[in-house]
Nanobody, 124 residues
Framework: QVQLVESGGELVQPGGSLSLSCRAS????????MGWFRQAPGKEREFVAA????????YYENSVKGRFTISRDNAKNTMYLRMNSLKSEDTAVYYC?????????????????WGQGTHVTVSS
């Protein structure tokens, strides 16, 4: 089993910045990649960003490209999402996920394990 715990979500003003963390424990050796998804109220869960664990190759959804940065610390089994220039439309519950196969990283079906989510609210 894999346990993923997100942290860092909070209320932030438009234009502000926030950093999320996702710490993994358990069967971390089966990890090929990790990703962030988000789900706004009344909307489908959507892909935000992903990173391959060994090479560190990154992928971003178009609306966050240039504003968000995904990274990981292999030694700490932790993934991060740095979010800058936040907009009200970034308001959502952010979930981290772990992929065993490292394929289909832009879709939820490409991931085997999910965290419980952390709330990000962008509002003045």
């Amino acid at each position: 089993q894999v346990q993923l715990v997100e942290s860092g979500g909070e209320l932030v003003q438009p234009g502000g910045s926030l950093s999320l963390s996702c710490r993994a424990s358990g069967r971390t050796f089966s990890r090929s990649a990790m990703g962030w998804f988000r789900q706004a109220p009344g909307k489908e869960r959507e892909f935000v960003a992903a990173i391959t664990w060994i090479a560190g190759t990154t992928y971003y959804e178009n609306s966050v490209k240039g504003r968000f940065t995904i990274s990981r610390d292999n030694a700490k089994n932790t993934m991060y999402l740095r979010m800058n220039s936040l907009k009200s439309e970034d308001t959502a519950v952010y979930y981290c996920a772990q992929s065993a196969r490292g394929v289909d990283l832009r879709t939820a079906s490409g991931y085997n394990y999910w965290g419980q989510g952390t709330h990000v609210t962008v509002s003045s």
